[in-house]
């Protein structure tokens, strides 16, 4: 009976002891937690600023689709190089189409409504998977 006691007092004088350490084990974690958050937060600006990157590219996206789509006229030995001429090297090509583009607004912008069939014959048709991805590459900022 008596003998009972002794042991609840142990546990209690080792669970302060274990405890004692423990928050003094806390405390030096914390300690160190602060450069850990700011590092982390450094780290998570990274993927944030990254997002544009999921964009569609002009190199690697747009100027393919339209080699294929307007090539034969404004492509290389094309007939309409006067209104507009396409060539191997997208950087070569990019600020002619930037300049029909509108990050703002890509439907409404020259080279879509042109596509489209504007006041030019369709080439590339509304909503269709060539043209939500140049809508896509115009409001994601015109990566090049
Ligand atoms: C079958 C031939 C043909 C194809 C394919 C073609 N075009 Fe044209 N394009 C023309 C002709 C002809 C003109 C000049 C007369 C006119 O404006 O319609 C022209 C004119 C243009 C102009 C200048 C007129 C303006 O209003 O700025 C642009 C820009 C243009 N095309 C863009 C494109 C784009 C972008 C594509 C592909 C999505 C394309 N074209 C596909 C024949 C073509």
């Given at each position: 009976m008596t003998s009972e006691h002794p042991i609840p007092a142990l546990a209690l004088l080792l669970a302060v002891l274990l405890g004692g350490a423990a928050l003094s084990g806390c405390a030096s974690l914390e300690r160190g937690e602060p450069s850990g958050h700011s590092g982390r937060d450094a780290g998570g600006a990274g993927p944030d600023a990254a997002a544009p990157a999921d964009a569609p590219s002009f190199g690697a996206d747009v100027h393919p689709i339209l080699l294929a789509s307007?090539?034969?006229?404004?492509?290389?030995?094309?007939?309409?190089r006067d209104a507009l001429a396409l060539g191997e090297d997208p950087d070569a090509d990019y600020d002619a189409i930037v300049r029909l583009?509108?990050?703002?607004d890509p439907e409404g912008s020259r080279l879509l409504r042109l596509a489209s069939?504007?006041?030019?014959?369709?080439?590339i048709a509304a909503g269709s998977p060539d043209y939500l991805v140049i809508a896509a590459w115009m409001a994601g900022g015109e990566q090049p």
């Open positions: 307007c090539g034969d006229c404004h492509g290389p030995g094309g007939d309409e583009s509108d990050a703002d069939g504007n006041g030019h014959r369709r080439v």
